[in-house]
């Protein structure tokens, strides 16, 4: 069974840095790709960015420039670093992983890692 397994948020001062950090039960090489969703209070999740098994990263606009994923294939982590990190960036961070099935493509969710950036 695929699970995954958030760590690293915290409280952050504005213009701070952050690592969160997605460990999986399996291995990474097992999933068509991975990527950080997040969700703020009163609002719906939205997409961070992605990493595909092979390819280059995508990111929203909002934080273009400021996050960056990566993976370490070896420790079945995947990482997501945020500098510059403002107010709006506040929100509950969630791991996701996309795993074809047979014919389906299934989706995996860590239980979510809490950044607040606040002075």
């Known amino acids: 069974q695929v699970q995954l397994v958030e760590s690293g948020g915290g409280l952050v001062q504005p213009g701070g840095s952050l690592r969160l950090s997605c460990v999986a039960s399996?291995?990474?090489?097992?999933?068509?790709?991975m990527g950080w969703y997040r969700q703020a209070p009163g609002k719906q999740r939205e997409l961070v960015g992605t990493?595909?098994?092979?390819?280059?990263?995508n990111y929203a606009d909002s934080v273009k420039g400021r996050f960056t994923i990566s993976r370490d294939n070896a420790k079945n982590t995947l990482y997501l670093q945020m500098n510059s990190l403002k107010p709006e960036d506040t929100a509950v961070y969630y791991c996701?992983?996309?795993?074809?099935?047979?014919?389906?493509?299934?989706?995996?969710w860590g239980q979510g890692t809490q950044v607040t950036v606040s002075s």
């Open positions: 996701n992983a996309q795993k074809l099935t047979g014919l389906v493509t299934m989706p995996y």
């Open positions: 399996v291995t990474i090489f097992s999933f068509n790709g």
């Open positions: 990493i595909p098994s092979r390819g280059t990263s």
